[in-house]
Protein backbone atom coordinates (compact mmCIF):
# COMPACT_ATOMS: atom_id res chain seq x y z
CA UNK A 1 0.00 0.00 0.00
CA UNK A 2 2.43 2.68 1.18
CA UNK A 3 4.55 0.93 -1.74
CA UNK A 4 2.14 2.10 -3.97
CA UNK A 5 2.12 5.82 -2.85
CA UNK A 6 5.44 5.70 -3.18
CA UNK A 7 5.90 4.64 -6.87
CA UNK A 8 3.35 6.55 -8.21
CA UNK A 9 4.78 10.02 -5.86
CA UNK A 10 8.26 9.11 -7.65
CA UNK A 11 6.85 8.65 -11.18
CA UNK A 12 4.87 12.31 -11.13
CA UNK A 13 8.19 13.72 -9.66
CA UNK A 14 9.96 12.56 -12.70
CA UNK A 15 7.28 13.25 -15.18
CA UNK A 16 7.21 16.77 -13.71
CA UNK A 17 11.11 17.02 -12.73
CA UNK A 18 12.22 17.85 -16.74
CA UNK A 19 9.64 20.57 -17.45
CA UNK A 20 10.55 21.76 -13.80
CA UNK A 21 13.79 22.46 -14.47
CA UNK A 22 13.54 23.70 -17.97
CA UNK A 23 11.90 26.46 -16.36
CA UNK A 24 15.05 27.10 -13.42
CA UNK A 25 17.40 26.71 -17.06
CA UNK A 26 15.07 29.41 -18.29
CA UNK A 27 15.24 31.75 -15.76
CA UNK A 28 19.17 31.47 -15.52
CA UNK A 29 22.11 33.39 -17.28
CA UNK A 30 24.09 30.93 -19.64
CA UNK A 31 27.29 31.19 -17.03
CA UNK A 32 25.04 29.38 -14.86
CA UNK A 33 24.64 26.57 -16.25
CA UNK A 34 28.09 25.83 -16.10
CA UNK A 35 28.39 25.16 -12.28
CA UNK A 36 28.81 22.03 -10.67
CA UNK A 37 26.40 21.12 -8.87
CA UNK A 38 24.04 22.47 -11.58
CA UNK A 39 21.62 25.10 -10.15
CA UNK A 40 17.76 23.06 -8.81
CA UNK A 41 16.27 26.46 -8.54
CA UNK A 42 14.69 29.31 -10.13
CA UNK A 43 16.73 32.68 -10.99
CA UNK A 44 15.71 36.44 -11.97
CA UNK A 45 16.32 36.00 -15.43
CA UNK A 46 13.57 34.95 -17.02
CA UNK A 47 12.07 37.83 -18.45
CA UNK A 48 15.27 38.82 -20.08
CA UNK A 49 15.66 35.72 -22.14
CA UNK A 50 12.19 35.66 -22.69
CA UNK A 51 12.68 38.85 -24.60
CA UNK A 52 15.99 37.71 -26.42
CA UNK A 53 13.27 34.73 -27.51
CA UNK A 54 11.71 37.42 -29.52
CA UNK A 55 14.91 39.13 -30.85
CA UNK A 56 16.50 36.30 -31.99
CA UNK A 57 13.07 34.58 -34.30
CA UNK A 58 9.94 35.84 -35.22
CA UNK A 59 8.47 34.53 -32.15
CA UNK A 60 5.61 36.82 -32.00
CA UNK A 61 4.72 35.30 -35.88
CA UNK A 62 4.99 32.13 -34.84
CA UNK A 63 2.76 32.32 -31.63
CA UNK A 64 0.14 33.65 -33.62
CA UNK A 65 0.70 31.31 -36.42
CA UNK A 66 0.11 28.15 -33.90
CA UNK A 67 -2.89 29.86 -32.33
CA UNK A 68 -5.13 30.41 -35.82
CA UNK A 69 -3.43 26.84 -37.14
CA UNK A 70 -4.31 24.94 -34.20
CA UNK A 71 -7.85 26.48 -33.64
CA UNK A 72 -8.75 26.16 -37.09
CA UNK A 73 -7.88 22.85 -36.88
CA UNK A 74 -9.79 21.62 -33.64
CA UNK A 75 -12.86 23.81 -34.75
CA UNK A 76 -12.74 21.87 -38.01
CA UNK A 77 -12.36 18.34 -36.42
CA UNK A 78 -15.17 18.65 -34.09
CA UNK A 79 -17.08 19.69 -36.76
CA UNK A 80 -16.95 17.16 -39.34
CA UNK A 81 -16.21 14.39 -36.80
CA UNK A 82 -19.27 14.82 -34.99
CA UNK A 83 -20.97 15.06 -38.36
CA UNK A 84 -19.54 11.73 -39.34
CA UNK A 85 -19.92 9.96 -35.87
CA UNK A 86 -23.57 11.00 -35.91
CA UNK A 87 -23.77 9.49 -39.49
CA UNK A 88 -21.91 6.07 -38.35
CA UNK A 89 -23.67 5.79 -35.33
CA UNK A 90 -27.75 6.32 -35.89
CA UNK A 91 -28.17 6.59 -39.58
CA UNK A 92 -28.82 3.70 -41.61
CA UNK A 93 -27.04 3.50 -44.60
CA UNK A 94 -24.91 0.86 -47.11
CA UNK A 95 -21.32 -0.18 -46.90
CA UNK A 96 -21.83 1.68 -42.64
CA UNK A 97 -20.19 -1.22 -40.86
CA UNK A 98 -17.38 -1.73 -43.77
CA UNK A 99 -16.67 2.33 -44.25
CA UNK A 100 -16.36 2.34 -40.21
CA UNK A 101 -14.07 -0.14 -40.25
CA UNK A 102 -11.50 1.03 -43.12
CA UNK A 103 -12.00 4.39 -40.75
CA UNK A 104 -10.40 2.72 -37.86
CA UNK A 105 -7.28 0.88 -40.17
CA UNK A 106 -6.47 4.05 -41.43
CA UNK A 107 -5.19 4.94 -38.19
CA UNK A 108 -2.58 1.86 -38.45
CA UNK A 109 -1.25 3.22 -42.10
CA UNK A 110 2.26 4.88 -41.45
CA UNK A 111 1.19 8.16 -43.58
CA UNK A 112 4.65 9.86 -42.75
CA UNK A 113 5.91 7.21 -45.55
CA UNK A 114 3.86 9.55 -48.18
CA UNK A 115 5.57 12.67 -47.34
CA UNK A 116 7.51 13.32 -50.13
CA UNK A 117 4.54 13.21 -53.08
CA UNK A 118 2.32 15.46 -49.81
CA UNK A 119 5.07 17.92 -50.10
CA UNK A 120 5.04 17.27 -53.99
CA UNK A 121 1.37 18.11 -53.72
CA UNK A 122 2.04 21.04 -51.92
CA UNK A 123 4.22 22.42 -53.98
CA UNK A 124 2.02 21.71 -56.75
CA UNK A 125 -1.38 23.41 -55.16
CA UNK A 126 1.70 26.52 -54.34
CA UNK A 127 0.86 26.05 -50.71
CA UNK A 128 4.29 25.40 -49.33
CA UNK A 129 5.81 28.16 -46.50
CA UNK A 130 1.43 28.93 -46.10
CA UNK A 131 -0.87 27.81 -43.51
CA UNK A 132 -2.78 26.05 -45.73
CA UNK A 133 -0.08 23.15 -45.93
CA UNK A 134 -0.87 22.41 -42.21
CA UNK A 135 -4.81 22.99 -42.26
CA UNK A 136 -6.62 21.25 -44.78
CA UNK A 137 -4.86 18.25 -44.36
CA UNK A 138 -5.98 18.26 -41.16
CA UNK A 139 -9.47 18.85 -41.22
CA UNK A 140 -11.17 15.64 -39.99
CA UNK A 141 -9.18 12.46 -39.14
CA UNK A 142 -9.96 8.82 -38.31
CA UNK A 143 -9.62 8.92 -34.66
CA UNK A 144 -11.80 12.03 -34.00
CA UNK A 145 -14.78 10.05 -36.30
CA UNK A 146 -14.28 7.16 -34.15
CA UNK A 147 -14.18 8.96 -30.84
CA UNK A 148 -17.17 10.68 -32.03
CA UNK A 149 -18.98 7.84 -33.25
CA UNK A 150 -18.42 5.38 -29.73
CA UNK A 151 -19.66 8.30 -28.16
CA UNK A 152 -22.79 9.69 -30.20
CA UNK A 153 -23.89 5.45 -29.79
CA UNK A 154 -23.79 5.77 -26.59
CA UNK A 155 -24.77 9.13 -25.55
CA UNK A 156 -27.58 9.83 -27.97
CA UNK A 157 -31.38 8.21 -27.31
CA UNK A 158 -32.89 7.13 -30.60
CA UNK A 159 -36.48 8.09 -29.56
CA UNK A 160 -34.45 12.05 -29.53
CA UNK A 161 -34.05 11.25 -33.68
CA UNK A 162 -37.53 9.79 -34.05
CA UNK A 163 -39.31 12.39 -32.07
CA UNK A 164 -37.13 14.67 -34.70
CA UNK A 165 -38.41 12.73 -37.66
CA UNK A 166 -41.95 12.56 -36.40
CA UNK A 167 -42.02 16.67 -36.80
CA UNK A 168 -40.65 16.56 -40.24
CA UNK A 169 -37.19 17.60 -39.48
CA UNK A 170 -34.52 16.76 -42.24
CA UNK A 171 -31.53 14.98 -41.45
CA UNK A 172 -29.69 18.36 -41.08
CA UNK A 173 -31.99 20.28 -38.36
CA UNK A 174 -31.77 16.85 -36.55
CA UNK A 175 -27.89 17.34 -36.86
CA UNK A 176 -28.39 20.99 -35.57
CA UNK A 177 -30.89 20.61 -33.03
CA UNK A 178 -30.63 17.24 -31.54
CA UNK A 179 -26.73 16.10 -32.37
CA UNK A 180 -24.92 18.89 -31.43
CA UNK A 181 -26.33 19.47 -28.06
CA UNK A 182 -25.53 15.81 -26.88
CA UNK A 183 -22.30 15.56 -28.46
CA UNK A 184 -21.22 18.92 -26.95
CA UNK A 185 -19.22 17.57 -23.62
CA UNK A 186 -17.43 14.58 -25.82
CA UNK A 187 -16.55 17.21 -29.06
CA UNK A 188 -14.95 19.56 -26.58
CA UNK A 189 -12.85 17.33 -25.03
CA UNK A 190 -11.67 15.90 -29.17
CA UNK A 191 -11.43 20.00 -29.83
CA UNK A 192 -8.47 19.86 -26.82
CA UNK A 193 -7.05 17.60 -27.75
CA UNK A 194 -6.69 18.35 -31.23
CA UNK A 195 -5.52 21.59 -30.56
CA UNK A 196 -2.74 19.98 -28.39
CA UNK A 197 -1.02 17.89 -30.63
CA UNK A 198 -1.77 20.13 -33.77
CA UNK A 199 -0.10 23.08 -31.27
CA UNK A 200 2.78 19.90 -30.94
CA UNK A 201 2.93 19.10 -34.53
CA UNK A 202 6.53 19.24 -35.63
CA UNK A 203 7.71 17.51 -38.54
CA UNK A 204 5.25 18.06 -41.31
CA UNK A 205 5.28 22.21 -40.25
CA UNK A 206 9.10 21.70 -40.63
CA UNK A 207 9.49 20.06 -43.71
CA UNK A 208 6.37 22.63 -45.44
CA UNK A 209 7.38 26.15 -44.25
CA UNK A 210 10.19 28.02 -43.81
CA UNK A 211 11.99 29.97 -40.71
CA UNK A 212 10.64 33.21 -41.73
CA UNK A 213 6.95 32.40 -41.23
CA UNK A 214 7.04 29.35 -38.59
CA UNK A 215 4.55 27.83 -36.27
CA UNK A 216 5.88 28.03 -32.77
CA UNK A 217 7.56 24.51 -32.83
CA UNK A 218 9.42 25.53 -35.86
CA UNK A 219 10.24 28.23 -33.97
CA UNK A 220 11.68 26.83 -31.32
CA UNK A 221 13.84 24.09 -33.08
CA UNK A 222 15.63 26.86 -35.20
CA UNK A 223 16.19 28.52 -31.29
CA UNK A 224 17.34 25.40 -30.83
CA UNK A 225 20.02 24.28 -33.11
CA UNK A 226 22.01 27.24 -33.50
CA UNK A 227 25.36 26.49 -33.97
CA UNK A 228 25.89 28.31 -30.63
CA UNK A 229 24.69 25.89 -27.73
CA UNK A 230 22.95 28.76 -25.91
CA UNK A 231 20.49 26.33 -23.79
CA UNK A 232 19.04 29.05 -22.10
CA UNK A 233 17.81 30.55 -25.02
CA UNK A 234 16.44 27.19 -26.17
CA UNK A 235 14.57 26.69 -22.35
CA UNK A 236 12.92 29.97 -22.41
CA UNK A 237 11.29 29.51 -25.92
CA UNK A 238 9.97 26.42 -24.79
CA UNK A 239 8.91 27.73 -21.31
CA UNK A 240 7.10 30.13 -23.33
CA UNK A 241 5.85 28.27 -26.45
CA UNK A 242 4.66 24.87 -23.87
CA UNK A 243 4.09 26.24 -20.46
CA UNK A 244 0.55 27.28 -21.70
CA UNK A 245 -0.16 24.23 -22.96
CA UNK A 246 0.83 22.50 -19.82
CA UNK A 247 -1.31 25.09 -17.72
CA UNK A 248 -4.42 24.62 -19.83
CA UNK A 249 -4.02 20.55 -19.37
CA UNK A 250 -3.33 20.48 -15.73
CA UNK A 251 -6.62 22.96 -15.21
CA UNK A 252 -9.04 20.44 -17.48
CA UNK A 253 -6.79 16.92 -16.88
CA UNK A 254 -9.30 15.56 -15.47
CA UNK A 255 -11.61 15.83 -18.55
CA UNK A 256 -9.48 15.19 -21.30
CA UNK A 257 -8.24 11.98 -19.01
CA UNK A 258 -11.42 10.71 -19.61
CA UNK A 259 -11.69 11.48 -23.18
CA UNK A 260 -8.66 9.54 -23.88
CA UNK A 261 -9.64 6.49 -21.41
CA UNK A 262 -12.93 6.78 -22.94
CA UNK A 263 -11.63 6.47 -26.72
CA UNK A 264 -9.12 3.72 -25.58
CA UNK A 265 -11.72 0.66 -24.00
CA UNK A 266 -13.50 0.63 -27.37
CA UNK A 267 -9.81 0.29 -29.52
CA UNK B 1 -61.40 21.28 -52.75
CA UNK B 2 -59.92 23.27 -55.13
CA UNK B 3 -55.92 23.29 -53.46
CA UNK B 4 -56.24 19.72 -53.63
CA UNK B 5 -54.45 19.20 -56.70
CA UNK B 6 -51.80 21.45 -55.65
CA UNK B 7 -51.48 19.49 -52.40
CA UNK B 8 -50.69 16.44 -53.70
CA UNK B 9 -47.83 17.08 -56.11
CA UNK B 10 -46.38 18.79 -53.12
CA UNK B 11 -46.61 16.31 -50.81
CA UNK B 12 -44.76 13.92 -53.59
CA UNK B 13 -42.30 16.42 -54.09
CA UNK B 14 -41.61 16.52 -50.50
CA UNK B 15 -42.01 12.82 -49.72
CA UNK B 16 -39.09 12.57 -52.94
CA UNK B 17 -37.07 14.59 -50.92
CA UNK B 18 -37.29 13.07 -47.80
CA UNK B 19 -36.31 9.82 -49.38
CA UNK B 20 -32.97 11.84 -51.19
CA UNK B 21 -32.46 13.05 -47.12
CA UNK B 22 -32.60 9.87 -46.24
CA UNK B 23 -30.53 8.11 -48.47
CA UNK B 24 -28.05 10.08 -49.27
CA UNK B 25 -27.16 12.78 -46.51
CA UNK B 26 -25.32 9.84 -44.64
CA UNK B 27 -22.77 9.50 -47.39
CA UNK B 28 -22.38 13.28 -47.50
CA UNK B 29 -21.83 13.51 -44.13
CA UNK B 30 -19.10 10.33 -44.00
CA UNK B 31 -17.55 12.27 -47.35
CA UNK B 32 -15.39 14.61 -45.88
CA UNK B 33 -13.10 11.99 -44.02
CA UNK B 34 -12.65 9.72 -46.72
CA UNK B 35 -12.21 12.63 -49.64
CA UNK B 36 -9.39 14.22 -47.36
CA UNK B 37 -7.74 10.84 -46.72
CA UNK B 38 -7.62 10.18 -49.95
CA UNK B 39 -6.39 12.79 -51.14
CA UNK B 40 -3.72 13.88 -48.25
CA UNK B 41 -2.74 9.98 -46.93
CA UNK B 42 -3.93 7.74 -49.60
CA UNK B 43 -2.30 9.11 -52.49
CA UNK B 44 0.90 10.18 -51.33
CA UNK B 45 1.32 6.67 -50.39
CA UNK B 46 0.98 5.51 -53.52
CA UNK B 47 2.22 8.26 -55.55
CA UNK B 48 5.29 7.54 -53.74
CA UNK B 49 5.65 3.89 -55.32
CA UNK B 50 5.78 6.04 -58.71
CA UNK B 51 8.14 8.18 -57.59
CA UNK B 52 10.64 5.84 -56.51
CA UNK B 53 10.99 4.09 -59.70
CA UNK B 54 12.49 7.46 -61.02
CA UNK B 55 15.15 9.76 -61.80
CA UNK B 56 13.62 12.53 -59.63
CA UNK B 57 15.17 15.42 -58.20
CA UNK B 58 14.09 18.96 -57.27
CA UNK B 59 16.40 20.51 -59.98
CA UNK B 60 15.04 19.13 -62.84
CA UNK B 61 12.01 18.43 -64.63
CA UNK B 62 12.48 15.32 -66.19
CA UNK B 63 11.88 12.26 -64.72
CA UNK B 64 13.47 9.69 -66.58
CA UNK B 65 12.21 5.85 -65.15
CA UNK B 66 14.58 3.91 -64.37
CA UNK B 67 12.90 1.14 -62.99
CA UNK B 68 14.08 -0.48 -59.83
CA UNK B 69 17.68 1.43 -59.65
CA UNK B 70 16.59 3.44 -56.68
CA UNK B 71 16.12 -0.09 -55.04
CA UNK B 72 19.25 -1.58 -55.96
CA UNK B 73 21.16 1.21 -54.80
CA UNK B 74 19.40 1.70 -51.66
CA UNK B 75 20.30 -2.45 -50.62
CA UNK B 76 24.40 -1.62 -51.40
CA UNK B 77 23.90 1.85 -49.11
CA UNK B 78 25.71 0.88 -45.74
CA UNK B 79 24.17 3.92 -44.55
CA UNK B 80 20.79 2.56 -45.14
CA UNK B 81 21.18 -0.55 -42.87
CA UNK B 82 23.21 1.52 -40.34
CA UNK B 83 19.98 3.66 -40.16
CA UNK B 84 17.43 0.15 -40.43
CA UNK B 85 19.96 -1.26 -36.85
CA UNK B 86 19.17 1.90 -35.00
CA UNK B 87 15.74 1.75 -35.93
CA UNK B 88 15.44 -1.48 -34.68
CA UNK B 89 17.64 -0.88 -31.81
CA UNK B 90 16.26 2.45 -30.62
CA UNK B 91 12.76 0.63 -31.21
CA UNK B 92 13.15 -2.10 -29.12
CA UNK B 93 14.91 -0.13 -26.29
CA UNK B 94 12.24 2.45 -26.01
CA UNK B 95 9.09 0.24 -26.81
CA UNK B 96 10.04 -2.90 -24.62
CA UNK B 97 10.88 -1.19 -21.13
CA UNK B 98 7.73 0.98 -21.96
CA UNK B 99 4.91 -0.95 -22.38
CA UNK B 100 6.39 -3.46 -18.97
CA UNK B 101 6.31 0.20 -17.05
CA UNK B 102 3.41 1.17 -18.51
CA UNK B 103 1.30 -1.84 -17.48
CA UNK B 104 2.81 -1.88 -13.86
CA UNK B 105 1.71 1.45 -13.04
CA UNK B 106 -1.56 1.12 -14.82
CA UNK B 107 -1.98 -2.14 -12.05
CA UNK B 108 -1.07 0.38 -9.66
CA UNK B 109 -3.81 2.97 -10.28
CA UNK B 110 -6.07 0.57 -10.83
CA UNK B 111 -7.24 0.67 -7.21
CA UNK B 112 -9.51 3.29 -4.91
CA UNK B 113 -6.63 5.42 -4.75
CA UNK B 114 -6.49 9.03 -3.26
CA UNK B 115 -4.84 11.51 -5.20
CA UNK B 116 -6.50 10.08 -8.52
CA UNK B 117 -6.51 12.63 -10.33
CA UNK B 118 -2.98 14.78 -9.41
CA UNK B 119 -1.60 11.27 -10.16
CA UNK B 120 -3.13 10.74 -13.79
CA UNK B 121 -2.35 14.23 -14.96
CA UNK B 122 0.85 14.12 -13.71
CA UNK B 123 1.74 10.77 -15.77
CA UNK B 124 -0.11 12.60 -18.61
CA UNK B 125 2.26 15.58 -18.31
CA UNK B 126 5.01 14.62 -20.78
CA UNK B 127 2.55 13.88 -23.50
CA UNK B 128 1.30 16.99 -23.50
CA UNK B 129 5.05 19.00 -23.93
CA UNK B 130 5.90 18.88 -27.34
CA UNK B 131 9.18 17.20 -28.94
CA UNK B 132 10.64 19.66 -29.82
CA UNK B 133 10.42 20.91 -25.97
CA UNK B 134 11.27 17.33 -25.02
CA UNK B 135 14.44 16.96 -26.74
CA UNK B 136 15.78 20.83 -25.72
CA UNK B 137 15.19 19.69 -22.37
CA UNK B 138 17.05 16.46 -21.94
CA UNK B 139 19.29 17.91 -24.57
CA UNK B 140 20.60 20.10 -21.34
CA UNK B 141 19.72 17.14 -18.99
CA UNK B 142 22.16 14.75 -20.90
CA UNK B 143 25.12 16.96 -21.12
CA UNK B 144 28.33 16.23 -20.76
CA UNK B 145 29.69 18.46 -18.82
CA UNK B 146 27.09 20.20 -16.88
CA UNK B 147 24.10 17.66 -17.62
CA UNK B 148 22.09 16.54 -14.43
CA UNK B 149 21.93 13.34 -15.11
CA UNK B 150 25.66 12.79 -15.11
CA UNK B 151 25.64 14.90 -12.30
CA UNK B 152 23.49 12.50 -10.56
CA UNK B 153 25.49 9.27 -12.06
CA UNK B 154 28.61 10.53 -10.94
CA UNK B 155 27.56 10.09 -6.80
CA UNK B 156 27.59 6.73 -7.87
CA UNK B 157 31.18 7.00 -8.75
CA UNK B 158 30.43 7.29 -12.65
CA UNK B 159 32.67 9.85 -15.14
CA UNK B 160 30.57 11.59 -17.38
CA UNK B 161 29.31 9.96 -20.25
CA UNK B 162 29.16 11.53 -23.59
CA UNK B 163 25.72 10.64 -23.81
CA UNK B 164 25.47 12.10 -28.06
CA UNK B 165 28.64 10.79 -28.43
CA UNK B 166 28.41 6.84 -28.51
CA UNK B 167 26.08 4.06 -30.29
CA UNK B 168 24.78 2.66 -27.37
CA UNK B 169 24.72 5.28 -25.03
CA UNK B 170 22.82 8.20 -27.79
CA UNK B 171 20.06 5.20 -28.02
CA UNK B 172 19.73 4.89 -24.57
CA UNK B 173 19.05 8.72 -24.37
CA UNK B 174 16.72 8.84 -27.03
CA UNK B 175 15.09 5.96 -25.66
CA UNK B 176 14.85 7.72 -22.57
CA UNK B 177 13.03 10.81 -24.34
CA UNK B 178 10.72 8.44 -26.27
CA UNK B 179 10.39 6.81 -22.65
CA UNK B 180 9.60 9.95 -20.74
CA UNK B 181 6.55 11.02 -23.05
CA UNK B 182 4.49 7.80 -23.95
CA UNK B 183 4.95 5.78 -20.72
CA UNK B 184 2.03 7.48 -18.90
CA UNK B 185 -0.53 7.96 -22.16
CA UNK B 186 -0.06 4.23 -22.53
CA UNK B 187 -0.47 3.38 -18.81
CA UNK B 188 -3.92 5.42 -18.98
CA UNK B 189 -5.05 3.46 -21.83
CA UNK B 190 -4.40 -0.15 -20.06
CA UNK B 191 -5.99 1.29 -17.22
CA UNK B 192 -9.16 2.22 -19.12
CA UNK B 193 -8.74 -1.26 -20.25
CA UNK B 194 -8.44 -2.61 -16.76
CA UNK B 195 -11.10 -1.08 -15.56
CA UNK B 196 -13.78 -3.25 -17.65
CA UNK B 197 -12.56 -6.42 -15.35
CA UNK B 198 -14.88 -7.55 -13.23
CA UNK B 199 -13.86 -6.71 -9.48
CA UNK B 200 -15.11 -10.23 -8.91
CA UNK B 201 -12.51 -11.91 -9.78
CA UNK B 202 -9.83 -9.97 -7.76
CA UNK B 203 -11.72 -10.30 -5.21
CA UNK B 204 -12.40 -14.18 -5.52
CA UNK B 205 -8.16 -14.29 -6.44
CA UNK B 206 -7.45 -12.76 -3.10
CA UNK B 207 -9.82 -14.60 -0.76
CA UNK B 208 -8.06 -17.69 -2.20
CA UNK B 209 -4.64 -16.40 -1.13
CA UNK B 210 -3.10 -14.56 -4.88
CA UNK B 211 -0.35 -12.45 -4.35
CA UNK B 212 -0.61 -8.70 -6.03
CA UNK B 213 1.54 -9.52 -8.88
CA UNK B 214 0.06 -12.83 -9.23
CA UNK B 215 -3.40 -11.17 -10.17
CA UNK B 216 -1.51 -9.14 -12.44
CA UNK B 217 -0.29 -11.82 -14.28
CA UNK B 218 -2.98 -14.24 -13.72
CA UNK B 219 -6.04 -12.04 -14.09
CA UNK B 220 -5.35 -8.82 -15.74
CA UNK B 221 -3.12 -9.28 -18.42
CA UNK B 222 -5.23 -12.00 -19.62
CA UNK B 223 -8.49 -10.07 -19.46
CA UNK B 224 -6.49 -6.62 -21.27
CA UNK B 225 -4.77 -9.17 -23.83
CA UNK B 226 -6.58 -7.56 -26.71
CA UNK B 227 -5.80 -3.50 -25.43
CA UNK B 228 -2.11 -5.29 -24.95
CA UNK B 229 -2.17 -5.99 -28.67
CA UNK B 230 -3.05 -3.03 -30.13
CA UNK B 231 -0.74 -0.82 -27.95
CA UNK B 232 1.72 -2.86 -29.11
CA UNK B 233 1.09 -2.70 -32.72
CA UNK B 234 0.30 0.99 -32.24
CA UNK B 235 3.49 1.57 -30.59
CA UNK B 236 5.62 -0.55 -33.14
CA UNK B 237 4.41 1.45 -35.92
CA UNK B 238 5.27 5.13 -34.34
CA UNK B 239 8.61 3.40 -33.14
CA UNK B 240 9.78 2.44 -36.66
CA UNK B 241 9.21 5.75 -37.54
CA UNK B 242 10.77 7.98 -35.39
CA UNK B 243 12.23 11.18 -36.23
CA UNK B 244 11.80 14.07 -34.73
CA UNK B 245 14.05 13.19 -31.28
CA UNK B 246 17.36 12.30 -32.96
CA UNK B 247 16.76 15.07 -35.73
CA UNK B 248 16.61 17.77 -32.89
CA UNK B 249 19.25 15.41 -30.68
CA UNK B 250 21.38 16.08 -33.47
CA UNK B 251 20.86 19.49 -34.18
CA UNK B 252 20.38 21.00 -30.38
CA UNK B 253 23.38 18.73 -29.09
CA UNK B 254 25.39 20.72 -31.50
CA UNK B 255 26.67 17.40 -33.35
CA UNK B 256 28.63 18.41 -36.80
CA UNK B 257 28.01 16.87 -40.05
CA UNK B 258 24.02 18.35 -39.94
CA UNK B 259 21.40 17.64 -37.98
CA UNK B 260 19.69 15.33 -40.56
CA UNK B 261 22.90 12.44 -40.58
CA UNK B 262 21.47 11.55 -36.72
CA UNK B 263 25.40 12.50 -35.67
CA UNK B 264 28.69 12.79 -37.16
CA UNK B 265 29.25 9.32 -37.19
CA UNK B 266 24.96 8.68 -38.11
CA UNK B 267 25.13 7.09 -34.56
CA UNK B 268 21.95 7.42 -34.33
CA UNK B 269 19.99 8.41 -37.75
CA UNK B 270 16.55 6.16 -37.84
CA UNK B 271 14.91 5.29 -41.25
CA UNK B 272 12.61 8.07 -41.02
CA UNK B 273 15.64 10.62 -40.45
CA UNK B 274 17.70 8.64 -43.28
CA UNK B 275 14.78 9.71 -45.84
CA UNK B 276 14.48 13.34 -44.83
CA UNK B 277 18.15 13.54 -45.74
CA UNK B 278 17.71 12.22 -48.84
CA UNK B 279 14.74 13.59 -49.70
CA UNK B 280 14.93 17.27 -47.98
CA UNK B 281 18.74 17.86 -47.98
CA UNK B 282 19.49 16.12 -50.78
CA UNK B 283 16.46 16.73 -53.01
CA UNK B 284 16.71 13.14 -54.17
CA UNK B 285 12.94 12.24 -54.56
CA UNK B 286 13.22 9.39 -56.28
CA UNK B 287 15.74 7.55 -53.96
CA UNK B 288 13.99 9.13 -50.68
CA UNK B 289 10.72 7.16 -51.89
CA UNK B 290 12.26 4.48 -52.56
CA UNK B 291 13.59 4.06 -48.93
CA UNK B 292 9.79 4.85 -48.01
CA UNK B 293 8.95 2.15 -49.31
CA UNK B 294 11.06 -0.27 -47.69
CA UNK B 295 10.56 1.59 -44.66
CA UNK B 296 7.02 0.63 -45.19
CA UNK B 297 7.74 -3.01 -45.92
CA UNK B 298 9.49 -3.14 -43.03
CA UNK B 299 6.70 -1.52 -40.48
CA UNK B 300 4.12 -4.00 -41.61
CA UNK B 301 6.88 -6.49 -41.18
CA UNK B 302 8.10 -5.87 -37.55
CA UNK B 303 4.36 -4.84 -36.46
CA UNK B 304 2.84 -8.88 -38.10
CA UNK B 305 5.96 -10.63 -36.23
CA UNK B 306 5.48 -8.19 -32.78
CA UNK B 307 1.37 -9.28 -33.15
CA UNK B 308 1.90 -12.85 -33.54
CA UNK B 309 4.74 -12.63 -30.36
CA UNK B 310 2.21 -11.02 -28.36
CA UNK B 311 -0.74 -12.93 -28.85
CA UNK B 312 1.74 -16.35 -28.58
CA UNK B 313 3.54 -14.96 -25.22
CA UNK B 314 0.08 -13.90 -23.69
CA UNK B 315 -1.38 -17.77 -24.22
CA UNK B 316 1.89 -18.55 -22.62
CA UNK B 317 1.67 -16.58 -19.35
CA UNK B 318 -2.09 -18.28 -18.98
Redesign the interface.
Known amino acids: MRL ?1 YL ?2 TA ?2 F ?3 F ?2 Y ?2 VV ?1 ASRHNSA ?6 PLWPGGNFFANVSRVFDTVPFGLALLNSVIVAGAIAVAVMF ?1 ST ?2 G ?3 AK ?3 RG ?1 NV ?1 LLI ?1 VA ?16 MVKLEWTGTMYALV ?2 A ?4 FG ?1 FFMTQYLSRALPTELLEAGRVDGC ?3 RL ?1 WHVVVPVARPAASVLGMLTF ?1 SA ?2 D ?2 WPL ?1 VLTPENPTV ?1 VA ?2 TL ?2 G ?1 V ?1 D ?1 VL ?2 AG ?1 AV ?2 LP ?2 LV ?2 LF ?2 Q ?2 GG ?3 G ?2 K ?1 | MSSLPLAVPRRRRRSVR ?1 TL ?3 V ?3 A ?2 A ?3 L ?2 C ?10 AW ?1 SLHDWTLLSDEHTFVGAKNFGTLLADGYFWNATFNTLSIGVLSTAPQLLLAIW ?1 AH ?2 N ?1 R ?1 RFQ ?10 N ?14 F ?1 R ?4 IN ?1 VLSWFGAGSVDWAAGTASSHIALSVMIM ?1 RWT ?2 NA ?2 F ?3 M ?2 VPRELYEAATLDGASNFTQLRRITIPMIRP ?1 II ?1 VV ?2 ST ?1 GA ?2 I ?2 EP ?2 FG ?4 AGGG ?1 ASGGPDRQYQTL ?1 LF ?2 EQ ?2 TKFD ?1 GY ?2 AA ?2 L ?2 LA ?1 VLVAGVNFLITRRVKGGLV
Request: hydrophobic share 60%.
Open positions: RTLVAFSAPLYSVLAQVPPFLAFAFLRFRMTTMMVPAQLGIIPLYLLVPLVNAVTTWFMWNYFVQLSASYNYGLTGTLVFVGKIIIMQAVG | HDVRSPYYVPFFLFAFGLFPLIYTVLLLRLTLFRVSLLLPVTSVVAVVVIFSQLGDFGVWWGYLILAAQATFIVIMQIALLASSGAAVYGFFASSWMFV
